[in-house]
């Protein structure tokens, strides 16, 4: 919160100073209308981009050298698609992190059980993930949280450490609901944007263009397009002298509480 605070300050200040100006010197409306415009525009950007931590502390990268990285995959466990990427895995020797929705998280229990069985990390990725996820009350938020940790704890015993905002956006009843749980907000270092690029090579050479140690790759259960690169993505990170780990491994944090 400590970006957000800052602002408030800064805009309360600029604020002030421009009434007591104004009481003197005399200032036409639209200044006013400006500064608001300002403002709401550094709130949209602090929302939007998670990189910012402009509302909470967020992990989104190893820090220092190292030619490690990490893989994620988001919104699963699905049926089909998640095996096909747990296979791929397997073969490759590789392990990643799902952050996974606590609703698909109770209708697959058992694959659910079967990534955290495999090696790979299960983190808390909302119960619905709806559009509106952020616009609710930070307690509603809190018990979607709360609701997603239980689901997963049934199934693999543990409970996630580790938060990734749906579509990455964040607000300060977001922030409160990631204090009340004591989570780890995750976010990453490389957005693939699988979720629009149907072009296979398109999506491979965006990730790989500026690829290097310590970045988060962020890719998605249900693209068909990354199902179908993930082979040649895993070749390509070898290729580059990269070596896969857990994000909890790169970032140095604990996966489970
Ligand atoms: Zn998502």
Redesign the pocket.
Known sequence: MLKFKATNTVFAIVLLALLLYDRNEGLPFWIYIALILIYFLFLAYGSAVLSAQFFLPVKCKGEGQSNTIAITF??GPIQGNTETILEILKSYNVAAAF?C?GNRVMENPSLTKRIHEAGHLVGN??YW?KATFDLQSASKIAKELSDTDEAISKVIGLKPNFF?P???VTNPMVAKAVRMGGYKTIGWSVRSFDTVIKDGTVLLNRITKSLKGGDVILL?DYSNTTLAILPALLDHITKLGLKIVRVDALLNEKAYV
């Open positions: 988001d919104d952050f929705i990725h909302s993930h990734r749906p579509y990455g998605h």
